[in-house]
């Protein structure tokens, strides 16, 4: 098998589509493309064209890089350290079947598709500087990332004028946990007109309950105690009542 560069599309309803290209020793590209999925049927070879044009292409247009991967000739998509299924290996019936465990997170991928109305892009601009402002505020409780997420300005940018836009972009570890929180925040709002997904490199879609994410949270090498006090701030998580301060405030009630 050689070795492709894999990109992943995410549609406003919540699915996604993939398209993957390779270089041949001949000088023409191969592309191969389909829903996102372990096989990618679709395909074609091209000449006269540079991978790194086409590839460029393909960004302008909303996809974004998952990685390299190998596909086989029938199209089976395998990423770096596992080995694709044959017919043989798949489970037969319902006989026996087995639990099998979530692969872990390597990468989060996230696309907004905003086309609301004008009143409703205000508002979300607003809230994204809001939110930005805030995350700012608590940042020192969290360790500094290796590397700033550039996403911060680019929301900035895509809301100031409060037009119709839509981005995409990934999220990695070294950006640290803040800029998933930040979107989660956002979706949360639901904001009518405004889609915002987020998934990891499988396409499992990112719900806004942290206390499901915990894979992800471990990815980014945290827990939910430990953000806790900014999902707080940021409203994806209810504050803990404090029965000590509570019980403090309250006079004594014995006659």
Known sequence: MAAWNLYRHRNTDGSSKDWAVRSNSDGSITTRW???ADTLPGVSNRYGVKQHDIEKQKQAKGYVLVGEVDIDVNGNVVFPGKTSATPSQWPESDENPVSVPAQPVESLYWTINCHAK???????GIEVRRLI??????????????????????WID???????????????????V????FLLALKAKSFKGVAIDIATETARDLSVDL???????AFFGTDLDSIR????????????LNLAAAMSDTDDCWF
């Open 34 to 36: 389909g829903k996102t």
């Open 133 to 154: 402002g805030v995350i700012h505020s608590v940042s020192d409780q969290h360790s500094k990332p290796e590397k700033d997420w550039d996403g911060w300005q680019l």
């Open 211 to 217: 206390k499901v994410e915990q894979d992800v949270l």
């Open 229 to 240: 006090d900014t999902a707080e701030v940021l409203g994806l998580l209810k504050p803990r």
């Open 158 to 176: 895509a809301t100031l004028n409060a037009e119709p836009f839509e981005l995409s972009g990934q999220i990695k570890s070294v950006h640290g």
């Open 178 to 181: 803040l800029p998933w929180l």
């Open 118 to 124: 004008r009143a409703v892009r205000v508002d979300l």
